[in-house]
């Protein structure tokens, strides 16, 4: 039987990130509150130490290891945000990390990841099944395995993004989650039920990778093939157990978005906020804008996943908006 985070963990999670984890900025645009009839407020993750919101569940999963498990260090796979923030937070915690990473991984990703003092063994995305390959060193070497969004404490840090954006802004009319794995939009729908229960929460995936809605259309989770999207950080083939109990429970409902509305909210960010969020980070925004009147009057939160990206795909990315 499956344990589920509750909002208690939530809380006892940002006692653990507090002065470890950044709070980050809320911010708003004139030029889209205008545009949508609406008050949006963009909790920014894409300031987050590394760069995303991964560093909340990975700090908050690790602090909690015994002596023993610190020793042993921790094992995981990631295609880059959840690499760097198990990176960094067993750097912080003076534990050995080993980190399996896809070749293709972002370059600016798997430097960072390295640069915190992780060891990183590459896999092919396409073909290698990393969870298994993961699991097999963790037996191996005795190391404790931190998955990137199916864990308690995992999906408890994640929650505690909303949580601030809660406590900082008040109640909301809606809430829109980018969303790979689950673990964001979990964390953030316990915070949400929790200060703001009437908020209607939305998680959004890419088009090219709707398997949570698949799953809930069909009342269980459905693997698909690896996604091809310029999302890179939600080309997962399939939702976590613990976190499609949640989504299924308190999430109304799965927006999907086109790799061309990402660049847009790219291009957005970049142009009217002078921010760079990667596209895994514009997923919310892309359909709030796709939602349009729907929104009008409603006091809206957006959470943006992170911003890491190399620059040089990033200047490649807002030049395909441009031509579009």
Known sequence: ????????????????????????????????NTQLGAQIYFKCENFQRMGAFKFRGGFNALAQFSAAQRKSGVV?????????????????????????????????????????????????????????????????????????????????????????LFDEVGALDALFVCLGGGGLLSGSALAAKARSAQCKIYGVEPEAGNDVQQSLRQGERVKIQTPVTIADG?????????????IRAWVDGIHTVTDGQLVQAMRFYAERMKMVVEPTGCLSLAAA???????KGQ??????????????????????????
Do not use: C
């Not at 006692?15 to 984890?21: I, V």
């Not at 939600?234 to 109990?245: L, N, S, W």
């Not at 804008?289 to 929104?295: E, T």
């Open 1 to 32: 039987m499956l344990t589920l985070p509750t909002f208690e963990n939530v809380l006892a999670a940002a006692k653990r990130l507090h002065g470890h984890a950044h709070l980050t900025p809320v911010l708003q645009s004139v030029t889209l």
């Open 76 to 164: 995981t796979y990631s295609s880059g945000n959840h690499a760097q923030a198990i990176a960094l937070s067993a750097k912080i915690l003076s534990m050995p990390a080993t980190i399996f990473m896809p070749h293709d991984a972002s370059a600016a990703k798997l430097a960072a990841t390295q640069g915190y003092g992780a060891t990183v063994i590459g896999y092919d995305r396409y073909k290698d099944d990393a969870g298994a390959l993961t699991k097999e060193l963790a037996a191996q070497k005795g190391m404790t395995f931190i998955p990137p969004f199916d864990h308690a404490d995992v999906i408890a840090g994640q929650g505690t993004a909303a949580l601030e």
């Open 234 to 246: 939600a080309q997962t083939p399939m939702v976590g157990e613990i976190t499609f109990e949640i």
């Open 289 to 295: 804008i796709q939602a349009g009147a729907a929104l």
């Open 299 to 324: 006091r809206v939160g957006v959470i943006i996943s992170g911003g890491n990206v190399d620059l040089g795909r990033f200047a490649q990315l807002l030049g395909m908006g441009e031509s579009a």
